[in-house]
Each structure stands twice: as C-alpha cells, then as structure tokens.
C-alpha cells in the first residue's frame, strides 16, 4: 500500500512538473491551474482554457453551464477552477454566476416539506424522486444557511438568472411559518454534523 502511495505521489509530481514546463515552454500564465481538471493533456487544458474565456466574453453563464458546455461535464470544474480562471482573465467577474444555493421548486402553490440535502448527487436523484409539494434545496457543502434559503437566495435548477417571483415568495412564506417542516440530509462527517447545527440556529 505504501508502495502505490509514493508511486501515485511521484507520477502527480512528473505531470505537475510538465505542466510548469509546458507553461515555460509557451511562456503561459497558467501555471497555478489544475490543469487535469481541464484536459487530458497540457495542449488540451490550455485549449479549454482560452475556450472558457471565449465563451464566458460571450455570454454569462453560472460555473456548471460552463463545466457542461466546456467539457460535458456540469460537476468538472469547482470554485477553485473558476477562481483560477477570474484571477488570470480580470474583468470576466461579472459574466460567471456562482451558485449558492441550488433550489428544484416549480408549483404554484406553496411548499408544505423542506428537505435540504448536502451534496449534488443526492440532490439531482430527488429532483426526479420527492413528491411535487416538497422545496427541494441543494446546499453544495458548507453553503446553505437558513437565511440564504429564507432570502431566497438561491439559483433554481435550470439556471436562471433570476430567481421567479413566485418561488422567492413561496421561499418566504414557508420560512415565516412556524409550523413549516424542514429536513436535513447530509453526509455524517463533521462538516454534515456542522452544517445541520448551524441550520438548526
């Protein structure tokens, strides 16, 4: 087992190590990237790369739209990736839109259930699964708080760039409602056990 370890160790030394040649090489600026997450090879992860920038000069879009459209992928790139990209490409900020909270809740009446899951896995197999009258919220880790939830701040499923009106006021009305249900599933590690306590304040 320790063998393996410090084999795997060495080989993610050798493609860092070639990927800050490669960088070198071309004289890049994308050294601080990771960049497998981008490509299968060096060329590859630079090419997406200038294609993200290309395309988020385009048009706005939230980091999973981007992941998709880029590498077919909505869960390949996280925060950090993007924070990468903003950092080398100044000025595209306001053309990426972070999710904070992801929400699947389209009926017009008013949700009777809350159930508030921790991870995107989990989250996309209940979209299909709970029953129509529950608000089903996607945290993505440590995000979700109660107030993010009770301000509606969230970006519902298919990635609108504005919450509807009559979700943010079903949103509300449930939260202000002393008698509204609201369930917790999340992993039991200590950031599950944290997140549940800080949703429990």
Same mark, same amino acid.
């Given at each position: 087992?320790?063998?393996?370890?410090?084999?795997?160790?060495?080989?993610?030394?050798?493609?860092?190590?070639?990927?800050?040649s490669y960088n070198a090489e071309h004289q890049l600026s994308f050294a601080s990237f990771r960049w497998q997450k981008w490509g299968a090879t060096p060329a590859e992860a630079v090419q997406n790369i200038e294609r993200a920038r290309a395309l988020l000069c385009e048009s706005v879009m939230s980091q999973h739209q981007l992941s998709a459209r880029l590498l077919l992928n909505a869960k390949r790139l996280d925060e950090k990736d993007i924070e990468h990209l903003l950092q080398t490409f100044p000025? $595209?900020?306001?053309?990426?839109?972070?999710?904070?909270?992801? @929400?699947? &809740? %389209?009926?017009?009446?008013?949700?009777?259930?809350? $159930?508030?899951?921790?991870n995107m896995?989990?989250?996309?197999? @209940?979209? &299909? %699964?709970a029953p129509n009258h529950w608000m089903l919220v996607c945290g993505l880790g440590q995000r979700v708080t109660k107030q993010s939830v009770l301000d509606a701040n969230i970006v519902d499923l298919h990635a609108s760039a504005q919450t509807p009106d009559h979700v943010r006021q079903a949103c509300k009305s449930f939260w202000l409602n002393p008698n509204s249900k609201c369930f917790y599933w999340g992993d039991l590690d200590s950031n599950g056990k944290q997140i549940f306590q800080t949703l429990k304040k």
């Open positions: 087992m320790i063998a393996k370890f410090c084999s795997y160790t060495r080989l993610e030394e050798r493609a860092d190590q070639q990927w800050l000025g $595209l900020e306001n053309n990426i839109r972070l999710r904070k909270v992801m @929400l699947n &809740f %389209h009926s017009e009446a008013l949700p009777q259930v809350c $159930l508030i899951v921790e896995d989990t989250y996309h197999y @209940l979209q &299909f %699964h």
